[in-house]
């Protein structure tokens, strides 16, 4: 059984930084892809970013490139989302996800794991 869990939400100013955890236990993710995800009420899920684990590829979202950046600690089975210059409208439930293929897909119908979600607000 996998699990993913996320860690790290929270209430910022617009401008401040946080960084979001995932811990993923119940098997090793030398392979493989993880993605972080988010959604605002009302709207539906997005992509934020994605890394390949071999070779360390990355992928982002438009309205996140430049602010966010996305990590990874194969030793720990730990990817991180450092999000900075922080906006109103990145406010959402931030999703950890992962798939066992090596692309780097947006679309969250191809990812096969998902964590509870944390909480993001960024007051104005």
């Known amino acids: 059984q996998v699990q993913l869990v996320e860690s790290g939400g929270g209430l910022v100013q617009a401008g401040g930084s946080l960084r979001l955890s995932c811990a993923a236990s119940?098997?090793?993710?030398?392979?493989?892809?993880m993605g972080w995800f988010r959604q605002a009420p009302g709207k539906e899920r997005e992509f934020v970013a994605a890394i390949r684990w071999r070779g360390g590829f990355t992928k982002y979202a438009d309205s996140v490139k430049g602010r966010f950046t996305i990590s990874g600690d194969n030793a720990k089975n730990t990817v991180y989302l450092q999000m900075n210059s922080l906006k109103p409208e990145d406010t959402a439930v931030y999703y950890c996800?992962?798939?066992?293929?090596?692309?780097?897909?947006?679309?969250?119908?191809?990812?096969?794991?998902w964590g509870q979600g944390t909480q993001v607000t960024v007051s104005s």
């Open positions: 119940g098997r090793t993710f030398s392979t493989g892809v």
């Open positions: 996800a992962a798939n066992m293929t090596i692309v780097l897909h947006t679309s969250p119908n191809e990812y096969d794991y």
